[in-house]
């Protein structure tokens, strides 16, 4: 059970746990937003993509689980409301952290397990994929500064993207460009068909296509070892979403 779904859920437990503990060790709100983030992005994949093909297996144990996300859903809301005021944000990450943990303890140990015996490979593998996109979705959504704008008026945009359509997060206008090829290579700009944005948090970058009428969006964001993000020099993988399916790059 070391296959690429349970490692995804299980390195999405970590991260939570281990920013729980952080914030309580160091008394640091400060890590909240990127705690709710990561749980919210964690619980909705696993509602929308996990969970149902195994109610039919076991119902009482998925409902539960359900449940469970409920509850840390509602502690999420109530922290909201008081954080940052004479610390009683504190007790309310330790009832959290409480329930994540008894939470991962079940899925890891009891559902993880009977999982694997009762779907296939190919639902397995089909689950994770669907699971990493809709990650992406939501990360793309949530972008610090995510106001959309046009493409900006001083650089030279490759012929077939429709520019008057095209419209990419702000943090992507104001960064770094290169122009590249249907492969996905570094050109010069009279022979690019795509222009690669990358955001000013050096964290994320964006290719820009011709799929017409719309165009064409790759993000692409950058991690770390331990699933945390980074920088794209300090990375040591990264994952891609594609807004419009109907670009196809050849891969490297």
Do not use: C
């Given at each position: 059970?070391?296959?690429?779904?349970?490692?995804?859920?299980?390195?999405?437990?970590?991260?939570?746990?281990?920013?729980?503990?952080?914030?309580?060790?160091?008394?640091?709100?400060?890590?909240?937003?990127?705690?709710r983030n990561q749980l919210n992005m964690h619980m909705i994949s696993e509602e929308k993509y996990f969970?149902?093909?195994?109610?039919?297996?076991?119902?009482?144990?998925?409902?539960?689980?359900?449940?469970?996300?409920?509850?840390?859903?509602?502690?999420?809301?109530?922290?909201?409301?008081?954080?940052?005021?004479?610390?009683?944000?504190?007790?309310?990450?330790?009832?959290?952290?409480?329930?994540?943990?008894?939470?991962?303890?079940?899925?890891?140990?009891?559902?993880?397990?009977?999982?694997?015996?009762?779907?296939?490979?190919?639902?397995?593998?089909?689950?994770?994929?669907?699971?990493?996109?809709?990650?992406?979705?939501?990360?793309?959504?949530?972008?610090?500064?995510?106001?959309?704008?046009?493409?900006?008026?001083?650089?030279?945009?490759?012929?077939?993207?429709?520019?008057?359509?095209?419209?990419?997060?702000?943090?992507?206008?104001?960064?770094?460009?290169?122009?590249?090829?249907?492969?996905?290579?570094?050109?010069?700009?009279?022979?690019?068909s795509h222009i690669r944005f990358t955001g000013i948090d050096r964290r994320s970058d964006i290719v820009?296509?011709?799929?017409?009428?719309?165009?064409?969006?790759?993000?692409?964001?950058?991690?770390?070892?331990?699933?945390?993000?980074?920088?794209?020099?300090?990375?040591?993988?990264?994952?891609?979403k594609i807004f419009n399916e109907e670009y196809r790059p050849l891969r490297k």
């Amino acid at each position: 059970m070391t296959e690429e779904l349970y490692k995804m859920l299980k390195d999405d437990h970590k991260v939570v746990k281990d920013l729980l503990n952080e914030a309580l060790e160091n008394e640091d709100i400060s890590k909240f937003r990127e705690i709710r983030n990561q749980l919210n992005m964690h619980m909705i994949s696993e509602e929308k993509y996990f969970y149902p093909p195994l109610r039919k297996v076991n119902k009482e144990s998925i409902d539960q689980s359900f449940k469970e996300h409920e509850e840390a859903k509602i502690i999420l809301k109530d922290i909201e409301k008081t954080q940052g005021k004479n610390k009683d944000w504190i007790p309310k990450f330790k009832k959290l952290k409480e329930t994540i943990e008894t939470h991962v303890e079940k899925e890891e140990n009891l559902l993880f397990p009977e999982s694997s015996e009762s779907l296939s490979t190919l639902q397995r593998e089909g689950i994770a994929q669907k699971i990493e996109e809709e990650k992406m979705v939501i990360r793309f959504r949530s972008i610090p500064d995510a106001k959309l704008v046009s493409l900006p008026e001083n650089i030279d945009v490759p012929r077939g993207i429709p520019t008057s359509r095209v419209k990419i997060p702000s943090m992507y206008a104001n960064g770094d460009i290169e122009y590249e090829d249907d492969e996905e290579k570094q050109v010069d700009k009279d022979n690019a068909s795509h222009i690669r944005f990358t955001g000013i948090d050096r964290r994320s970058d964006i290719v820009v296509g011709p799929i017409k009428p719309e165009g064409m969006i790759k993000l692409t964001l950058y991690f770390n070892d331990e699933n945390l993000p980074v920088v794209k020099d300090k990375a040591t993988n990264s994952r891609s979403k594609i807004f419009n399916e109907e670009y196809r790059p050849l891969r490297k």
